[in-house]
Structure formats: structure tokens, C-alpha cells
């Protein structure tokens, strides 16, 4: 019996030293294959735009934050922003070391089809866009002073934020006053400053909507509020976020769903009730996630972003609308 008893503890530690040999191999086997693939390679992001690669970067925080730089315009004077045509997309990947990364061809080929939108107010009569100046503090400084003339259209001039591909002749506060004045002559009844349901004179403020918004989704701002641009005849409506296809829609607010639906060149579209007067609308999805009369909660999931409609790409259009009135939702959000 105690022959056996040894003989067996001699097979015990015979097998476990085996195993600690086979072991040991596969560590150093699996440090040689990380260490030829870390001398070899380098974790770096393929570069995609519309579907093609473009290039490399090690870096794509820091190439995202230029592209982000060139879009709102921090780059030069003047600029408000600009719009480009397609985001780039970002795979990782393992790179040979001897394979230069070209952040700045990368940079070249996203802004080169880029279109610049210049920032300035106009000055409107009874809806009607009379003069052009560069600052929002300079429209207000030319109604006031009309009101401190008591103009007989004082309340009849409206400020209008306004985004073109080309600048105005900008005039100056004096001369507006001047230009605009009206002799004093009865009052006449104040005429709001809306014109087929588009803002002509809140889109620059920021009124009390009752409820606060959350961003419905993230991703990179394409288009803006009043923009104006080839694919359509008046300007921008709302804000167009652009986000991949399925990306989740969250409501800004809780509310009651007023339209779930196709509606025309809204594609695929949403329209939540918040109360007080305060609508939002989410358009272009690809999938709704509610109906009609259904109530829902802050951030609930209400549908998924899409490009149906009147789209070159898969978007959000958001639109903040108050008793009718279109808004600018940068004033509530992103």
C-alpha cells in the first residue's frame, strides 16, 4: 500500500510540473506575440468619410476638436460657423509603424467643401427687412432710440438673427434711426413679427418656456436655425443634429404626443405638447416609438434618427415651437 501511495504522488507532481511548464510556454508565448505586435504596430482610428478612407490618426480627439474648431468658426473673424458636408467616421485599428498618420490631409478633405454662414440683424419694418447691422446690441440701440423719438412705427420694428453665405452692407446706428423715423401721428396697433409661422423677431431672444429641454440626442450640428441653403426655399425652421441611423431619440421634455407619423418632407415625425403653449417636433426618423395621445416622461425613448423625408443624410430636425411660434432650440439646448 505505501508503494503505491508514492508512486502516485510521484504521477501528482510529475503532471504538475508539466502543466507549469506548458503554463509558463503560454505566457512567454503570449508576451512574444504582444511584443512583436506593439513593435510592429500602433493602435491608431481609420478615418471614413462618406464610406471611403481617407487616412489615419493617432489622435482623434484632438483631429475632432479642429474639425469642430473649423465648423464654428472659431478660425477666423467674421464667421458665425460653418456647415460641411459629411462627418467623419472612426474605426480602431492596428497600424504599421512605419505608416504615417495624415491628420492634416484628413482636415483638408472633410472643410474642403465646406460653406461659411456670416452672423448679422436685420432691422425690420412691419415684417419687412429694411436695414443690416453687425451686432444684436446695435438693433436694439436703433429701437430704442426710435422709442425715445416716439416714432410712430416704433412698435413695428422687429429684430431678425439672421445666417447667409453672404454679408450686408451694414449701416450705422445713426443712420438707421434716421432712415427709420416716423413723425409722430396716432398710434397704431402693434403687429407681432411673424410671417408664415417662421420667427421674424424672437428668433434672437430666449423666452420662458415653463419647462426646461434636454438634448434629444448627441452628435454634430449640421444645420441652424435660419440658416439658408440650396435644399430648401425659406430658411431653416430648426436645428438639424446629425447622428448615425438608429441612434436613440429622447424627448426633450415630458409631454403628451400630439402627431406620430409621416408628414411630407418631415419624413417620419413627432410632435410632443409640453403645455403652456410649448411644442417640440423631431422629424426624418427612421422608427417612432410612440402614438398619438400617448403620454410620455422626460428622456423617454420615442423613437430612432433616420433620413426620410426631404434628408441628404441621416439626421435630427428639431424644431421648439411656442403657440405657433418657431424658436431657436439653441436657445434650450446644445
Avoid: W
Amino acid at each position: 500500500m505505501g508503494v503505491f501511495t508514492i508512486y502516485t504522488l510521484k504521477k501528482v507532481v510529475m503532471f504538475f510540473r508539466t502543466s507549469i511548464k506548458v503554463i509558463v510556454l503560454a505566457i512567454i508565448s503570449a508576451f512574444l506575440i504582444v511584443g512583436a505586435v506593439a513593435y510592429f504596430y500602433k493602435p491608431t482610428y481609420a478615418v471614413s468619410l462618406n464610406g471611403e478612407l481617407i487616412g489615419y490618426t493617432e489622435n482623434k480627439s484632438e483631429l475632432q476638436n479642429k474639425i469642430n474648431s473649423y465648423m464654428e468658426g472659431e478660425q477666423e473673424e467674421g464667421i458665425a460657423f460653418r456647415q460641411i458636408d459629411s462627418v467623419p467616421e472612426y474605426t480602431l485599428c492596428l497600424l504599421k509603424k512605419d505608416i504615417t498618420p495624415n491628420e492634416e490631409e484628413i482636415y483638408n478633405k472633410v472643410t474642403q467643401n465646406g460653406t461659411q454662414y456670416y452672423k448679422y440683424y436685420a432691422i425690420t419694418d412691419s415684417r419687412e427687412e429694411k436695414l443690416y447691422v453687425a451686432t444684436f446690441e446695435e438693433a436694439e440701440e436703433v429701437i430704442a432710440k426710435l422709442k425715445e423719438k416716439n416714432s410712430t412705427n416704433k412698435n413695428n420694428i422687429g429684430i431678425i438673427e439672421k445666417y447667409d453665405t453672404q454679408t450686408k452692407e451694414f449701416t450705422s446706428v445713426e443712420k438707421c434711426v434716421s432712415k427709420l423715423y416716423s413723425a409722430p401721428k396716432p398710434k397704431t396697433t402693434y403687429v407681432a413679427n411673424v410671417s408664415s409661422g417662421y420667427v421674424s423677431g424672437s428668433s434672437s431672444k430666449k423666452v420662458d418656456l415653463g419647462v426646461s429641454l434636454v438634448r434629444p440626442i448627441s452628435g454634430i450640428i449640421m444645420s441652424r436655425f435660419g440658416s439658408r441653403e440650396s435644399i430648401r426655399s425659406t430658411p431653416h425652421r430648426g436645428l438639424d443634429i446629425a447622428a448615425p441611423t438608429g441612434t436613440p431619440i429622447k424627448a426633450a421634455a415630458a409631454g403628451t404626443v400630439s402627431k406620430a407619423g409621416y408628414n411630407g418632407s418631415y419624413g417620419k415625425m413627432i410632435i410632443i405638447t409640453h403645455g403652456n403653449g410649448v411644442q417640440t417636433l423631431y422629424a426624418h426618423c427612421s422608427q417612432l416609438n410612440v402614438s398619438a395621445g400617448q403620454t410620455i416622461s422626460q428622456g423617454q425613448v420615442i423613437g430612432k434618427v433616420g433620413s426620410t423625408g426631404n434628408s441628404t443624410g441621416p439626421h435630427l430636425h428639431l424644431e421648439v415651437r411656442v403657440n405657433g411660434v418657431l424658436y431657436n432650440p439653441q436657445n434650450y439646448v446644445y
